[in-house]
């Protein structure tokens, strides 16, 4: 179950951080709760899952890596943000250093 709380609380994560880029720094208010809300969504579920036992530094690992490639894509599709292959390589390399941690 553990695991289902941290991909939630990663997809709480994901919401709010795209909330941030459509909020144009706040100058759009209407995007204030949603984003706020996310966020304790997010917060939320990763208290669930470490409280399951998912150890944090595997939690928050996973957080980040899955996050950022997630994040990534979703810009690129909604926003049309790049994506270089120096790009790509970091989010392969962080998703492969977070893999080390969670085997080690």
């Not at 100058?27 to 208290?47: E, N």
């Not at 998703?95 to 085997?103: C, K, S």
């Amino acid at each position: 179950m553990s695991w289902i709380w941290l991909l939630l609380a990663i997809f709480g994560e994901v919401l709010g951080t795209l909330g941030l880029r459509a909020s144009d720094g706040f100058r759009k208010r209407i995007w204030l709760l949603p984003v706020a809300l996310s966020y304790v969504v997010a917060f939320g579920f990763l208290r669930m899952a470490l409280a399951d036992g998912f150890p944090v530094g595997v939690a928050y690992g996973l957080w980040v890596a899955i996050g950022i490639v997630a994040i990534a894509l979703a810009a690129r599709v909604i926003w049309k943000d790049p994506i270089t292959l120096r790009m790509s390589l970091g989010m392969v390399l962080i998703i492969l250093g977070v893999l080390l941690v969670e085997l080690g």
